[in-house]
């Protein structure tokens, strides 16, 4: 990740909203956020993201170039 910083205190982080789910195989998952704004400001994450080819920091950069939260 390039970068991250606190949003919320201590005492405020245990009443954010939380999803949970199942990994059950090792191929890439790729995520983004669909608000306006938070892609070009790199809010995505990656699970099982490979090293080489199509990598995290790659779909990092398109989402920060995507100019919207709309491009995928």
């Known amino acids: 990740m390039k970068g991250s910083a606190p949003a919320f205190s201590e005492d ?15 191929k890439p998952h790729w995520f983004y956020c669909g608000q306006v704004g938070h892609c070009p400001a790199g809010m995505v994450f990656a699970v099982n993201p490979p090293e080489e ?10 989402a920060e ?8």
Do not use: A
């Open 53 to 62: 080819g199509n990598t995290f920091d790659k779909f990092q950069d398109m």
């Open 65 to 72: 170039q995507s100019g919207n939260g709309t491009k995928w």
């Open 12 to 26: 405020e982080k245990w009443y954010l909203p939380t999803r949970e789910f199942k990994v059950t195989d090792e």
